[in-house]
């Protein structure tokens, strides 16, 4: 059954917004939250749904510890969710996770470092299709492709922005999302901060993407 609409659900009882809120995936049939609580764990819930009512699972699961950013992706055909996470030290580590309350290896992804946020996504319709990574490292915002989920195979590297470049702004969080319709061409979304005042805003820029067509 599908969860209703308009309607809010409290599903990460110890969730830091801090963190990144959280992320919804499907795994198979089922729904699923993923979050990071005030003590740094990485844990997962799923959402009962059935006649028009939903309730989150009675039971979640703790994936990592020391967590201080994540993102996931679900996969075309729902049969694997790819989990990312970064730890307090900006180490980013992966793991594909394919049973809901199964084993999770996480591995560290090769050739990224200094992590500060971070915002991943699969282009399913890119030649070839690729692994995006946007990571911000509190500098500069840094774009990696790949060919695979780990990034073993890198296509491409990119810094899509520097804060050097202007001093009066600082640009961070940046969001990756590329329109169905395209194959090379993705949205950042981002929050600017004027450093003399503080005040914050949201915008965006939009890259072609060096390695995929």
Known sequence: MSIPVDTYFTVTPGSNVDRVPGAYATLGNTDLFFYVTETNSLRVVNMNSSAGSAAPGNVSFALAQNVKWMDVITMPGNGIVQIYYSDNNGVLWYSPYVTYGGPTVFKQVQGVSSVVNFSTIYSPNSNPTAFLLMVDDGLKHTLYVGGDPAYNSVLSTTITYN???????????????????????ITVTCQQTVISTSVTSVGFYEIKVSGIS
Do not use: C, E, G, K
């Open 163 to 185: 804060n050097s470049l202007n001093a009066l702004i600082y640009i961070s969080r940046p969001s990756i999302a590329m329109h169905p319709s395209d194959t090379h061409v």
